[in-house]
């Protein structure tokens, strides 16, 4: 069965640091994968996709993420963390017609 | 451009009491249509998904239920609601594309119900 595991529930990082958010995948086959980020009490928005071709993809707001197929990772990367970034981050796998979402990981920017 | 109208944002129903939750997007034909549930520290529960009018996959056994009455309307129900089905419900739509949706989803704003 498809799933997906965020392993850190909540990180907190100084402003100016940077950031690595972790996601493994379980897909049988090739993987679509996505990293969408949620401000609090809002919908969620697409930061960065993969489907296929170079495995560093770059996002929105200076993310990037980069797709392992031998470690069946898909992690979340800014090299220089703003407060605005707080917010909680899911990692998705795509699998017939639907995503399927991580447990999220909720990050704490500190000034 | 596409837009996506969740209402109502906010909901205190009591336990027992009916629920309807309405989804509208506009600007596109022929969305997959989703509902997600966020409770507290669960993340993104997928509820419900639609590929097409009268078309409703279920992903979790539970008292609630959806329908698509037109094809960029969606609506979540409940004929009796418990304390478990409070939480943060999203609705989302993505473009059908070929046999595997391997677009983004869309998202709306949520609607937050509370069951006392």
């Known amino acids: 069965a498809q799933s997906v595991t965020q392993p850190d529930i909540h990180i907190t990082v100084s402003e100016g640091a940077s950031l690595e958010l972790r996601c493994n995948y379980s897909?049988?086959?090739?993987?679509?994968l996505f990293w969408y980020v949620q401000s609090p009490g809002q919908g969620l928005q697409l930061l960065l996709k993969?489907?296929?071709?170079?495995?560093l993809v770059q996002g929105i707001k200076g993310f990037e993420a980069e797709f392992k197929r031998s470690q069946s990772s898909f992690n979340l990367r800014k090299p220089s963390v703003h407060w605005s970034d707080a917010a909680e981050y899911f990692c998705?796998?795509?699998?017939?017609?639907?995503?399927?979402f991580g447990t999220g990981t909720r990050l704490q920017v500190f000034p | 451009s596409q837009t996506i109208h969740q209402w109502p944002a906010t909901l205190v129903q009591p336990v027992g009491s009916p629920l309807s939750l309405e989804c509208t997007v506009e600007?596109?034909?022929?969305?997959?249509l989703y509902w997600y549930r966020q409770a507290a520290g669960r993340g993104l529960q997928l509820l419900f998904y639609?590929?097409?009018?009268?078309?409703i996959s279920s992903e979790v056994p539970q008292n609630l239920s959806a329908s698509r009455p037109q094809d960029r309307q969606f609506i979540l129900s409940s004929k009796k609601l418990l304390l478990s089905d409070s939480g943060f419900y999203l609705c989302?739509?993505?473009?059908?594309?070929?046999?595997?949706?391997?677009?983004?989803?869309?998202f709306g704003e949520g609607s937050r119900l509370t069951v006392l």
């Open positions: 989302a739509w993505s473009r059908r594309a070929g046999k595997r949706n391997t677009g983004e989803l869309f």
């Open positions: 897909y049988g086959a090739t993987p679509y």
């Open positions: 993969y489907f296929s071709g170079d495995t």
């Open positions: 998705a796998v795509g699998a017939a017609d639907k995503l399927i």
């Open positions: 600007g596109t034909s022929n969305p997959n």
């Open positions: 639609s590929v097409g009018i009268g078309q």
